[in-house]
């Protein structure tokens, strides 16, 4: 089969002010998410909140970022992709002004509620916005792979600068930064983007609604507090939720969807790139601090240095990708994170670990990148423009619940050792064997039609856009 190289897609003056609100928008969560982390303690003792309850302000914002964002994703296809990103940002402005407010637990923990509704209202409508405004291909990956970028730099920049910013201001700051950015963003979206085009008829699902709704947050309950009793209604819902879709004439999430395997494979694929990353660096931060003896801030150097790689492997990703496709593209940064993270397993109690501790980082961030813009890509690619918010939807949740439940199942696993650095090692050994042989059932599980929506070696060029021919084999 022959296939025709293009030259990299360059974006006009609107497309880049586009690019700067939507793109602009999740930068600025990750900042926030990233620097509220650092912030914990200050921001607890700040409105008496003690010791026991620090988990809670980030808890109070898992469930509802999580739990909704399927559901806005899908809302966003039927009543508006611009309309419910406005919404969130309008949201998240409110609630940014009430936490940097906050005197008391109760008005912090609703400020960080109302945080997590507007990044499950904001987040995926965003990126539908992004995959319908650029066209499936080259220029899509790209902007992906952008996106990965800003998101993998807000973290990094979080964590860097959010301990300097609490200290020489305060920790509303970590609130207050969010409003001039937000108000920003609300002044110049209505003038760049227009409205998505509506279904003529809109009949809401509200039986699957409220069943996936609940099942999520139910499931994702059990994760933080370890509870056998949410756990079994979680899935009682999930359940009820399925058998719904198959019957509903006009479902919230169509089954057929759900079965594709760019769909299926992909959102896995995700799943376990955030759920073993982010449980791999909270294992990481307690053997760093507790193990070797290093400051938080120094801690945050150690992350933040290797961080840099993740920037730089959001923007080459999407070149990769329009290479070679996002199948192997997956696979390989899947693989390249879950082989990096192996030698952390043996790493000992003296600082010369540092000398593996660091190039592990380094690699293993830029893999984890690459793989969380070709899963996007995965999971975006080859529907229609008016599912688009739900493809976004699910890629968006299946990050918030990875992220929400990484870190207590493996801190679970590492519990059952009664010596510290034991138990880091086994859940950092459990968590290499399942990325890796996950990197097995994506590749198999993406070699059939998956590839087949990946076509784009298959679609003529135009004959501008191409260079000389490249020879390649199916």
């Not at 507007?118 to 066209?135: E, H, N």
Request: charged letters at 10%; glycine letters at 12%.
């Amino acid at each position: 089969m022959t296939t025709y190289t293009t030259a990299p897609p360059r974006f006009g003056g609107r497309q880049r002010l586009i690019l700067l609100v939507l793109l602009g928008a999740g930068f600025m969560m990750s900042v926030d998410f990233s620097i509220l982390n650092v912030a914990l303690p200050e921001v607890g003792a700040g409105v008496g909140l003690g010791l026991a309850g620090l988990p809670w302000i980030t808890s109070a914002y898992a469930l509802p970022a999580a739990g909704f964002t399927l559901l806005f994703g899908r809302l966003a296809d039927l009543f508006g992709r611009r309309r419910l990103f406005l919404s969130g940002v309008v949201v998240l402005t409110g609630a940014s002004l009430l936490g940097g407010l906050a005197s008391n637990p109760e008005m912090l923990l609703t400020a960080r509620v109302l945080q997590g509704f507007a990044t499950a209202m904001a987040i995926p409508a965003a990126l539908s916005l992004l995959t319908t405004t650029f066209t499936e291909g080259t220029t899509r990956d790209r902007v992906l792979g952008l996106n990965g970028a800003l998101l993998s730099g807000g973290f990094t920049i979080g964590a860097l600068a959010g301990g300097t910013l609490v200290s020489l201001l305060s920790w509303r700051a970590a609130f207050f930064i969010n409003v001039p950015v937000a108000l920003v963003i609300l002044l110049l979206t209505p003038f760049l983007i227009g409205e998505s085009r509506l279904p003529d008829r809109v009949r809401p699902d509200l039986p699957g609604a409220v069943t996936v709704t609940g099942g999520l947050l139910a499931v994702i309950y059990a994760a933080i507090e370890r509870n056998i009793l949410s756990a079994v209604v979680g899935v009682l819902l999930l359940a009820a939720f399925w058998v719904i879709e198959l019957r509903s004439p006009a479902p919230l999430i169509p089954v057929r969807i759900l079965r594709r395997p760019t769909v299926k494979w992909g959102n896995y694929a995700g799943f376990v790139v955030f759920t073993m990353e982010t449980a791999m660096i909270f294992l990481m931060t307690i053997y760093l601090q507790k193990t070797l003896g290093f400051s938080p801030l120094a801690t945050g150097l150690i992350f933040g240095i290797p961080g840099l790689a993740s920037v730089a492997a959001g923007v080459i990703a999407g070149r990769l990708i329009g290479r070679f496709g996002s199948r192997q593209v997956l696979t390989v940064g899947l693989a390249v994170q879950g082989l990096t993270t192996l030698p952390l397993v043996f790493l000992g109690t003296g600082q010369v670990a540092l000398a593996v501790v660091i190039p592990a980082l380094f690699i293993g961030f830029f893999g984890h990148v690459t793989s969380i813009v070709a899963y996007t890509v995965t999971g975006t690619s080859g529907l229609p423009d008016e599912e688009q918010g739900l493809a976004t939807g699910l890629t968006s949740m299946t990050q918030q619940v990875a992220i929400t439940i990484g870190i207590p199942v493996l801190s679970a696993v590492a519990a059952t050792q009664s010596v510290e650095l034991t138990g880091i090692r086994l859940a950092l050994s459990v968590n290499v064997a399942v990325t890796l042989v996950s990197v097995a059932l994506v590749w198999f599980g993406l070699r059939s039609r998956g590839e087949r929506h990946e076509a784009r070696a298959a679609v003529p060029v135009p004959e501008e856009a191409r260079k000389e021919p490249v020879t390649c084999s199916d």
